[in-house]
């Protein structure tokens, strides 16, 4: 059975002007979701890529340090898809001495990012429910403070917001009226916890374009909606640890993500936006499993190499797993996380450069800093500024 739109217009005010605003009727479609052929298969794929993930991820050596990476990768990810400037090093460097090499407000809104990340997976681990209530806390960290921080962080909007154009009459889309938003917002609530017998990957991606069309926040909305598919899967049980994020594959296919969202509100195809919601989990997945292989084999090859230099290893490894923990340290700062004394960890350190393991990257006397040059790297790829 064809479906048509998959919600109503109705007249809002913004900017000085009436529009029509949409809006989405509640979960789940009808006619529901067709899980035959071609769907069916994607599913199938996803929910393997999955699981291989997660069965890498219970035998990653130092599955902490790897995730403390990953999480920031992410967060630089989704954060220039709105359109920060900010790489991986800039935010490493802003978290070491608060001194970025892009605008301020670039990096803090990545900084936000991972705090409202680390606070909902805190929640959720805690036994909180996946709640409106919940999604508001989320954003009120994500708005804390830089850009954005202004547009009542933490609370749904109180007035009409619109999707590209200067203004609601030329928008691209125009999302809900305010006064709909807390209704159409514990709709969706009441479909992630209602008895559909939906697979949870098909349900993620069905609620991610509910959220991402009520746009109930003035901003954000985006790195929101991005974040609820992975909180969805650990809930879920799908994953253990937060390791699949959509983000880079949604940067690379920007166009077709957008002209998707527009044709599940115009023609209620959800089937074609699902293959693709789908086909980007399984990518996802493998890449991070990719990722994390050659993250493993890079830091057992620097330990061969190091034990191989004598009585100076067992220092030098210690400098080692300080850099595996954050890729980006001082002397001091390696003291202190390591407990070896300056001239030790500067001598561990040395010997990492001459191998060509790390790199200076101040050409500073004072106030050095290295970089492990091939773990950022591999963690880099894809987050290279546009």
């Avoid at 219970?58 to 220039?80: G, I, M």
């Avoid at 030329?170 to 916890?193: I, Q, W, Y």
């Avoid at 599940?264 to 997945?285: H, M, N, P, Q, Y």
């Avoid at 230099?309 to 080692?320: C, H, K, N």
Wanted: proline share 5%; net charge neutral.
């Amino acid at each position: 059975m064809k479906r048509s739109e998959t919600g109503h217009y109705e007249v809002s005010t913004g900017g000085g002007e009436s529009v029509q605003a949409f809006v989405p009727y509640p979960l789940p479609p009808s006619p529901p979701v067709t899980m035959e052929g071609t769907l069916q298969r994607d599913l199938e794929n996803a929910v393997l890529a999955l699981g291989r993930l997660d069965g890498v991820s219970s035998h990653l050596p130092d599955k902490e340090l790897f995730l403390y990476s990953y999480v920031r990768k992410e967060a630089v990810l989704s954060s220039q898809i709105e359109g920060t400037q900010s790489s991986l090093s800039d935010l490493l460097l802003f978290e070491h001495s608060d001194e970025p090499g892009v605008p301020v407000d670039d990096v803090i809104e990545v900084v936000n990012y991972v705090a409202a990340l680390e606070h909902g997976l805190s929640r959720l681990r805690d036994g909180f429910p996946l709640s409106n209530r919940l999604i508001r806390e989320i954003h009120a960290v994500l708005l804390r403070r830089g850009r954005g921080s202004e547009k009542s962080s933490g609370e749904f909007r109180r007035s009409q917001n619109w999707i590209g154009g200067s203004r609601p009459g030329n928008a691209v889309f125009v999302p809900p009226p305010h006064t709909k938003v807390v209704g159409c917002m514990s709709d969706l609530e009441r479909f992630l916890h209602s008895e559909n017998n939906l697979p949870v990957l098909i349900l993620a991606g069905l609620a991610h374009v509910q959220f991402e069309t009520i746009h109930p926040f003035l901003d954000g909305n985006g790195r929101v909606g991005r974040l609820l598919i992975t909180f969805l899967l650990c809930e879920a049980g799908i994953l253990q640890e937060p390791l699949l994020y959509l983000s880079l594959y949604l940067k690379q296919n920007r166009s077709e993500y957008y002209e998707l969202l527009n044709m599940v509100r115009k023609r209620g195809d959800w089937e074609t936006w699902l293959s693709f919601f789908l086909e980007g989990i399984r990518a996802t997945a493998e890449e991070a499993v990719s990722t994390a292989q050659q993250l493993s084999a890079c830091f057992l090859e620097d330990k061969v190499r190091i034990e191989a230099t004598g009585r100076r290893a067992g220092s030098t490894l210690r400098v080692l797993e300080a850099l595996k923990a954050k890729p980006l340290r001082s002397i001091p700062d390696v003291c202190e996380s390591t407990g070896l004394s300056f001239p030790t960890a500067s001598s561990g350190m040395q010997i990492l450069q001459k191998m060509g393991i790390v790199r200076e990257i101040t050409g500073k006397k004072r106030g050095k800093l290295y970089m492990h040059g091939k773990y950022l790297k591999l963690l880099s790829e894809g987050t290279e500024v546009d």
